[in-house]
């Protein structure tokens, strides 16, 4: 058996398939972004509890598109969400695309609770081996009463 202990300082680390480095292989489109959380902040590296985030500047469903230049081989997501404010249920769902974004196939839809300030962090990582993908698609519900909210990714790592 193989292991390796991690550090405490490194919870969200992936397996050992490298990261795809999404702001050179890839356009990333969204649907809004806060001025003060641009979608880059998903990407920076910086995630965790308090790491950066991108937040939607309206409220309602979100969109965020990751577009590749080439198509890539992709064996998971690493997806991390904080909400340190609102009580909410955040729906999201994952799709990726084979054909330049004519059509998505649906990885993963899942629910998050939040209840800060206790429960307000979710760290997920899905398994997704997929050859040639040229589109990831992440459709996100703030919340799915009838409150409105606003949209946030903490981090998305492709690896």
Known sequence: MRKEILKQSEPGRLPSFELIDVATLAQVMVTSEDADHPVEMAFDGRGGP???????????????IVAFDDPQ???????????????????????????????????????????????SFERERWSAEAEGVTHLRLVIAPDKGVRPGRASVTTLALY
Do not use: C, K, M
């Open 50 to 64: 308090g790491g950066t985030r991108w937040v939607a500047a309206a409220d309602g469903e979100q969109t965020l």
């Open 73 to 119: 081989r992709v064996h998971g997501i690493l997806l991390e969400i904080e909400e340190p404010e609102v009580a909410r249920t955040q729906q999201l769902q994952v799709a990726i695309s084979t054909d330049g974004g004519g059509s998505y196939r649906e990885i993963v839809r899942q629910e998050y609770n939040f209840s800060p300030p206790g429960t």
